[in-house]
DNA sequence: CAATGTATGTGTTTTATAACACAAATTTAA
DNA sequence: TTAAATTTGTGTTATAAAACACATACATTG
């Protein structure tokens, strides 16, 4: 356990729905948070368990990934920082459907379901926000249904990449992704057997639209990749 | 178009989330709805439309139909009276990402958005609602993500069938699935081929689970449907 | 009420992708 | 620093479900 002030992302960073919040508001917020750090490869929660308190990662990547049909898992959303995780099931009043396991080291705040909920009666605008957050998420999910169904392997994987992309980022280099996933990750987020993510995977290589390094994947034809997505 | 008065079901109804405003902000929705209706097969939106307020099916029953990847077209909610259709578009600022066509005919009360907004930001029990409405249906859409793309054909059907149960309930007789679908719509909300919906209903039948007489489908083994349902 | 269109039903073929099997490389642990 | 475990890579086989092709039944309409 942090010191409080030790994370002031939450609350600091550009895009945090926490600067909606006037003075008064903001400081119970802040007399009531509370910083956690978790390293990698650990769980901060499980599928099923009940969430208490609204989870806001401050630093570091996580992927929520939830149990299928015969031991093949499904990555169900990846996340950078600053943004909320598990707060679909907290805002539901249900059990969480998918766990939350870090894959670098990170920072949490967590701020306690009454003082949230305090804080969402206090202030319309703050309360309008999440309802635009989860409506736009829905909106995601409601797409991400029809291209794991619908897509073929090549397209599926491909949108992925782009899902990566658009989450995480490039290194400095401007092709390399941000993030450093296992094959057998890359199929779960896929919706794929591991050998066919890698099969696939090293198509694109030999096409010459990504290449590889060991886990380092780097965009060499952004419209390609974006093409294969789009009609696979 | 319809008088203001003819329907009541939209803030009368049991579940409705109008009954958390008071008097005064009912008044503010009584004054500012429009009440419209369709007949069956009418399109009530299409995919890609700009959402300009609340829409509240009052009497009638409605699917949400998305376009797929070379016309395979997917219903992602079927919703029965009374319940809002088309309020994540509006809540996300976004075009709608699939169309609302009456299958059965339809009465609809509008809300505008701007009324919608004071109503959300004057009373927090109200926004918390809605809050938790769109949390328990992105939890829906990620449970039928896993199912659509682990179960095999007979779970997915199944599911459907459960589904439909579920939303539209049973005839008198307690087990007529109170919903008349074609096949293809059936096949459209369980991510198969026609002819796949058709066959696989056809094996129902001749298990005993269910029984056919044209869109009439009636449950006989409710127990055996879940099971299915799960292990497919 | 014929005629045309649409929905349902069934058999056959094709294909995308999972499942399996194993080898090589890499990481982790002893 | 070797052994064990895990991850990556590749070829082969098996299979679930799509695609296709008709036939029949049912609706709709001129």
Redesign the pocket.
């Known amino acids: 356990m942090l010191n409080k002030s030790d994370c002031q992302k939450c609350s600091n960073d550009k895009n945090s729905i926490f600067k909606l919040l006037n003075k008064q508001e903001r400081s119970i917020f802040e007399n009531n948070k509370q910083c956690t750090s978790y390293k990698k490869n650990e769980i901060i929660f499980k599928e099923g368990d009940m969430p208490s308190g609204l989870i806001c990662l401050c630093y570091g990547k996580v992927k929520l990934i939830k149990e299928g049909v015969?031991g093949?898992d499904q990555i169900i959303r990846m996340e950078n920082s600053v943004n909320f995780i598990g707060f679909r099931a907290l805002f539901a009043g249900e059990h969480y459907i998918a766990s939350a396991v870090a894959i670098e080291d990170c920072t949490l705040c967590y701020l306690d379901k009454k003082t949230l909920d305090k804080l969402i009666k206090a202030n319309g605008n703050f309360a309008l926000e999440i309802i635009t957050i989860l409506a736009k998420e829905l909106g995601v999910s409601n797409e991400r249904t029809l291209s794991l169904t619908q897509k073929?392997?090549r397209g599926r994987l491909a949108e992925s990449l782009l899902v990566l992309i658009n989450t995480f980022g490039y290194e400095d280099d401007g092709k390399t992704i941000k993030v450093y996933l296992?094959?057998?990750d890359l199929a779960n987020l896929s919706?794929?057997?591991?050998?066919?993510a890698?099969?696939t995977?090293?198509m694109f290589a030999s096409e010459g639209v990504i290449s590889?390094e060991?886990?380092r994947l780097s965009v060499e034809k952004f419209e390609t990749l974006k093409n294969i997505s789009s009609l696979g």
């Open positions: 015969g093949r073929h392997i296992s094959r057998e919706n794929m057997t591991t050998s066919n890698i099969r995977l090293s590889i060991g886990r």
